[in-house]
C-alpha cells in the first residue's frame, strides 16, 4: 500500500472543538490556543465561526478571536459562514478561508442552518461569488456523509450530489464529514468516492468524528484512497450542537501520532501540540481526550 508521503492536518479546535461547550471560553483562551497550534507546526487553524449567536453562544466573539490573533505566516486561517450575514461580518477580519458548510442529509440542514440542502446552496452561491472575488479561498463542507442523527443511514449518492451541487457554484474544496462518527472505513471510503466524483484529490478533506472510536481507521482508509488532507481537533475537542451524543473531532495528537509512527510528515511538533491540548484541557477542567497526549503526558511525568 502506497499512502501520501505528506499530510496536511487543519486543526479545528478552536471553533469545532469549543463551539459546543458549556462553560464560557473567553477570547483571550480561544487566541493563545491558535498561538499555541501555529507554534506546533499547524500550517491551518478553523478559528471561528460567524454565524448566529443565538444558535451557538460560545462562538459570538468571533470578531474579538480573529482580531486578537499574530498571525503566523505560511499558516492559513479559516473561519465558518453560513450565509452572506456571516461573510460580511467575517470580511474585516482578513479570513484566509471561508467554510460554507451543507448536509448530505435534508433532516439534518434543517436542524443546523434552517434550510433545505437545496436552499442551502442557494444561500451559498452569493457567499462563494463575493469571497472569491476579494481572493478568499472557499471549502465546503458536507456534515452527515455517513450518517445523521435524524434520518439515518445517509447513501453516497446523496453525498455525490451535494459535491456536485457545490462544485457547480464554486466552491473550491469539499470535506467530507462524518458529524456524528457513526462510518467505518468502508463506508467512509464510499463517501469519499462520491465526493471525489466532482473534486480533484487535492481537493478533498476527510473530517472525522470520532464517537464509535473510528476516526482513526477512517483516515487510515481514505489514506489509502491518496487522501492527503484531514480536519482534526487539539485534544480531541468537541462536538456539533445540532448532532447530540455526537464526540470530539478525532484528536489532533492521535492523528501526528499514526502518521508519523508511519513515516508520514505532517510538519507539526508532536510535543507541542501536547501542550497546546494540555493547555485548553486544563482551562475546561478535563484531561485531552487524545490516548496519545494522555499517554505521553504520564510519561512525562515519570
Ligand atoms: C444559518 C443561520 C444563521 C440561519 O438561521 P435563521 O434563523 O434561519 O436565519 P435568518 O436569516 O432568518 O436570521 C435570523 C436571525 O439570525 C441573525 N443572523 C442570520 N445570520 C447570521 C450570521 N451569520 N451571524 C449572526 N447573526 C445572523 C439575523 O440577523 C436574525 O437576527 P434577529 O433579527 O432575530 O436578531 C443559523 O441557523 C445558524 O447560525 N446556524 C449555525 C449552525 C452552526 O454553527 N452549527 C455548527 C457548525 S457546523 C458543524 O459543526 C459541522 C462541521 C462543519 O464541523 C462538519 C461536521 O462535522 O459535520
Redesign the pocket.
Known amino acids: 500500500m502506497r499512502y501520501p508521503a505528506k499530510v496536511k492536518l487543519v486543526d479545528?479546535g478552536p471553533r469545532?472543538g469549543l463551539?459546543n461547550e458549556k462553560q464560557p471560553v473567553p477570547a483571550e483562551v480561544k487566541i493563545q490556543l491558535v498561538h499555541m497550534l501555529q507554534d506546533a507546526g499547524l500550517k491551518e487553524i478553523e478559528v471561528t465561526?460567524?454565524?448566529?449567536?443565538?444558535?451557538?453562544p460560545q462562538?459570538a466573539d468571533a470578531t474579538e478571536v480573529m482580531a486578537g490573533i499574530q498571525r503566523k505566516p505560511g499558516v492559513r486561517y479559516s473561519v465558518?459562514?453560513?450565509?452572506m450575514?456571516?461573510l460580511e461580518?467575517a470580511f474585516p477580519s482578513k479570513p484566509d478561508e471561508v467554510?460554507v458548510?451543507g448536509?448530505a442529509s435534508e433532516a439534518f440542514s434543517q436542524r443546523?442552518?434552517?434550510?433545505s440542502i437545496a436552499e442551502s446552496i442557494e444561500r451559498f452561491a452569493p457567499v462563494v461569488e463575493a469571497a472569491r472575488a476579494k481572493g478568499i479561498y472557499v471549502r465546503g463542507?458536507i456534515?452527515?456523509a455517513v450518517g445523521c442523527p435524524y434520518q439515518g443511514e445517509v447513501k453516497p449518492e446523496s453525498v455525490e450530489l451535494v459535491a456536485r451541487l457545490m462544485k457547480e457554484i464554486g466552491v473550491q474544496h469539499c470535506?467530507v464529514?462524518?458529524?456524528i462518527g457513526v462510518g467505518t472505513p468502508r463506508k467512509v471510503q464510499a463517501a469519499m468516492e462520491a465526493a471525489l466524483k466532482h473534486y480533484a484529490l487535492d481537493d478533498i478533506s476527510g473530517?472525522f468524528?470520532d464517537t464509535y472510536g473510528q476516526a482513526l481507521p477512517n483516515t487510515l482508509a481514505c489514506l489509502e484512497l491518496g487522501v492527503w488532507q484531514y480536519?482534526a481537533s487539539v485534544a480531541g475537542l468537541g462536538g456539533?450542537?445540532?448532532?447530540k451524543g455526537a464526540t470530539g473531532?478525532v484528536a489532533t495528537e492521535d492523528v501526528v501520532y499514526m502518521l508519523h509512527g508511519m513515516g508520514i510528515d505532517t510538519g507539526i511538533d508532536l510535543d507541542k501540540l501536547i501542550d497546546a491540548g494540555k493547555y485548553v484541557s486544563d482551562f475546561l477542567g478535563r484531561k485531552p481526550v487524545s490516548r496519545a497526549a494522555q499517554a505521553i503526558l504520564t510519561r512525562r511525568a515519570g
Open positions: 479545528v469545532d463551539q465561526s460567524f454565524v448566529s449567536p443565538k444558535w451557538v462562538m465558518l459562514v453560513p450565509n450575514k456571516g461580518a467554510v458548510f448536509a443546523n442552518i434552517n434550510c463542507a456534515s452527515t470535506g464529514a462524518d458529524t473530517h468524528h480536519d456539533c450542537p445540532y448532532a473531532n
